[in-house]
């Protein structure tokens, strides 16, 4: 099929229209995942290759063509991506288990006479630069943040083609990332880019005048929120347009995995918000979504005009905020519960549906996916594990009770590997994160403590001599914390996760020590998180912070935890903290802290 070129210009240097192929993902064994200076996950094994490794040059295809390239060992489809205001090529994802990986971006630039430049590249991991097929860069990681490494290069007149390869060792979240600017050698006043620079990209979907309008239109939209509450009208409005509008396109709303909620055919540019509307918040599911741009869907299908640009933000269901202390904790127990149960594929979910006796509703599958994901020692999955562990001290006597499931869920808990890093001393335990390493130890003291005599595969050992040990490392890392505190202090995931094995050791565990222990910390926690709460939002500083709580006090993983409590913020999907709390029935929760949360005089 024959070519055509799109061009666009440099912005402030930095090249912001690329093709981008992958990530590829290539499994790699623990004993691989850390380099000769101990930086864990950031360097990888790959040998040393200066070709490309392209079967063919680069090119635009619509994804209804299929047209499949081969980069080396990787088999997969060249897509365009425009960066956005960060300058980024951005493939970050979060990784089930450790694996590398991989990724290629593309681009031309076309200047009309030879030129010396210097190339500035931004990257997260190992990466390579080819100019025209030469390799002119190869950088291994040397650190665990952004590098920014700068180098001359000879560009010649015409096009040039740029390839970077680019990598990253991820097990859970991962940044994949790069972001190449262009300056002169010589630069002329405040512009430092190559006098008559420009980006330029192989296409197949034609004709480029309609491609053009709609990319510039796209351009164009925004959303004037990132959350949208329960009432919130999601519309999405435009600035200028530069050039012609193009009339005619598609508007609709999706779910991550692609599930279209909502759709709507742009004729005219509007001109009120509610012309391009796609309802309100209470519309859909609490969750991730996007508002998505699209070409209509005869000319997105049949004339392969794939071309898509994509608003993220959240949607808040029907969900309400409280901002006053209402009724008492029995009441608000039931309803945590009952709003938990209404989240899908949640173990957490499935353990508020017993607690509340909706046995009838409780879903087998989503326990057996969990139990499948313990079994086979998937990153985070000992926050799963914990909840089953759970479910099964609390409710397997329950005649209700999945049979399905008991077998399977025995399973998993003497088969999972309750390793942890040789610790220092007796107060160390050391695994993933900070909250990781209590989840670890408390799972170990309560699958120990259910099958005492049974022997535990991974380990050879029997599940008294587990219990021993995790109820070692927890007084560890319970001594340490009541001194002094988290490292990633006032975390809100660090704090819900916390609380949820805090609790399940003070209802479930039997050893004093760590009970007395496991109170005490609690006590704190809740009073740490009341002192620094006003009416249901956690305000404090952050040793660390997920985006959905930095975008609204109702998306943080705390809310449901203060609103349980003392009657103060809102439950959402973050079940983890408050579903443990809910279940509990011997936790002595403190009211002095419930009448610190509350008290707003200031």
């Not at 440099?10 to 590829?24: C, E, F, K, S, T």
């Not at 000319?299 to 608003?311: D, H, N, P, S």
């Not at 945590?336 to 509703?361: C, G, H, I, N």
């Amino acid at each position: 099929m024959e070519l055509s070129y799109l061009r666009y210009e440099l912005a402030d240097g930095y090249i912001h229209n690329w093709l981008v192929a992958g990530p590829q993902r290539i499994p790699v064994p623990d004993s691989d995942s850390d380099d000769a200076g101990g930086r864990k996950g950031l360097a990888s094994t790959t040998p040393d290759v200066t070709e490309t490794g392209l079967s063919e040059a680069p090119a635009e295809w619509s994804r209804f063509l299929v047209h499949r390239v081969k980069i080396g060992d990787f088999e997969g489809t060249w897509s365009y991506l425009r960066t956005e205001e960060d300058h980024f090529v951005d493939l970050s994802e979060v990784s089930p288990t450790r694996q590398l990986l991989r990724a290629w971006a593309f681009t031309q630039v076309e200047i009309p006479t030879a030129q010396d430049v210097v190339l500035s590249l931004t990257t997260f991991g190992p990466a390579d630069v080819w100019l025209n097929d030469r390799r002119v860069l190869h950088h291994d990681v040397t650190q665990p943040q952004a590098e920014t490494l700068s180098f001359a290069v000879s560009l010649d007149a015409g096009r040039n083609s740029i390839l970077i390869r680019f990598e990253r060792v991820g097990d859970g979240a991962c940044t994949l990332a790069v972001a190449l600017r262009m300056a002169s050698t010589r630069p002329r006043g405040a512009s430092t880019a190559p006098r008559g620079a420009g980006i330029v990209i192989p296409t197949t979907i034609t004709p480029l005048k309609r491609r053009r309008e709609l990319e510039r239109t796209f351009d164009a939209a925004h959303l004037t929120q990132t959350v949208y509450e329960r009432y919130d009208r999601i519309s999405v409005e435009f600035g200028p347009v530069i050039g012609r509008w193009a009339r005619g396109f598609a508007l609709g709303l999706q779910a991550p995995g692609g599930r279209t909620f909502a759709e709507a055919e742009i004729g005219a540019r509007p001109e009120k918000a509610e012309e391009a509307t796609l309802g309100q918040a209470f519309s859909y599911p609490e969750g991730f979504y996007n508002a998505v741009l699209t070409p209509t869907g005869e000319e997105y299908a049949e004339e392969f005009m794939w071309l898509m640009r994509a608003l993220p933000f959240w949607g808040l269901d029907n969900n309400k905020y409280s901002d006053a202390a209402y009724g008492e904790l029995v009441e608000r127990r039931s309803e945590a519960l009952k709003q938990a149960a209404r989240y899908p594929d949640d173990v957490w979910a499935e353990m508020a549906k017993m607690a509340v006796s909706w046995w009838t509703v409780v879903e087998q599958p989503v326990i057996l996916r969990a139990i499948e994901r313990v079994s086979a020692n998937k990153t985070g999955s000992v926050r799963e594990l914990l909840a089953l562990l759970g479910i099964q001290a609390r409710f397997s006597a329950d005649p209700s009770f999945p049979e399905a499931v008991r077998a399977p869920l025995e399973d998993a808990v003497l088969s999972y590997r309750y390793e942890h890093l040789q610790p220092a001393s007796a107060s160390d335990c050391l695994r993933g994160t900070e909250s990781d390493e209590l989840l670890l130890c408390v799972c170990e003291i309560l699958a120990g403590q259910r099958y005492p005599d049974r022997g535990f595969t991974a380990s050879g050992q029997t599940g008294t001599w587990h219990r021993e040990r995790g109820e070692r490392l927890a007084m560890g890392w319970l001594r340490q914390r009541a001194a002094g505190g988290f490292a990633a202090w006032s975390s809100g995931n660090t704090v819900a996760e916390v609380v949820a094995a805090l609790i399940h050791l003070v209802e479930l565990a039997n050893g004093d020590e760590v009970f007395e222990m496991a109170t005490a910390l609690l006590d704190k926690t809740l009073y740490s998180l009341a002192l620094n709460s006003l009416k249901g939002v956690f305000g404090s500083t952050h040793g660390a912070a997920e985006v959905p709580e930095l975008l609204h006090g109702m998306l943080a993983p705390t809310s449901g935890i203060s609103r349980l409590m003392w009657g103060m913020g809102a439950f959402n999907s973050q079940t983890i903290g408050y579903v443990s709390l809910a279940c509990a029935n011997d936790y002595g929760f403190p009211l002095l802290i419930q009448d610190i949360a509350t008290d707003l005089i200031p």
